[in-house]
């Protein structure tokens, strides 16, 4: 297979997967942060401790967490028709990414939260300072770098799992791997894939942990005074309003 030939089955390969990693990445995030918070607050000691939901809640978590996804894959093709119509391309592809990457974020945002000073969050509770507020002033703006890397990670995670999703006919680099590079023996093909597939996550990464790392050195030079007063005047606002 020539270059002319190989071009345009990559160009639209790419395309499939970004488009079915990107979608996938904004439904992970939409819902994992708020599930990766809930099992923070209620957590032992947490703003709303509640054990028994915090169990279930972990529960689903680790048993959606442990399947493979080539077999979450397969278990949801009744619900991903249900919504989509088909099994097959990448509009198909992106329910099963999103709903395998949204328990795997959630753990990420979990360690993340749980790592934001826990003299922060007593400060703006005894400035009166709802559970809201807390979440809202503290929790997130906190553990932001922490969540830029774990968005990262997740980003990395679907580019891994869009290649499995080709298998069944998803689209995407993976599934030009697989059809040209193995079935139909284009070795050079299928290593060009592999090629493609390493700069992008590189490039992902290298964003990402640049991100993560200019949010961490801005927060590091406020100090703890600074971010006292600040919430001190955002809670005041919120009480007042």
Known sequence: MTWSEMQPLLEQACWD???????????????GLPLGILLVLTDRGGLLQNVVA??????VVNVARSMPFIILMVALMGFTRSITGTTIGREAAIVPLAIGAIPFFARLVETAVREVDGGLVEAVQSMGGSTWTIV???????????????????IVALIGYSAMAGTVGAGGLGDIAIRYGYQRFETELMWITVAILAVVISLIQFAGDY???????????????????????STAETNTA
């Open 136 to 154: 809202r002033k503290v929790l997130v703006p906190e553990s932001l770098p922490s969540l830029i890397a774990s968005t990262t990670t997740t």
């Open 54 to 59: 915090q169990k279930v809640i972990g529960q």
């Open 17 to 31: 997967t970004l488009y079915m990693v990107g979608w996938s990445t904004v439904i992970a995030v939409v819902g």
């Open 211 to 233: 991100a993560a790392r200019s949010l961490h050195s801005r927060g590091g030079r406020g100090g703890a005074a600074p971010k006292l007063r600040l919430l001190k005047a």
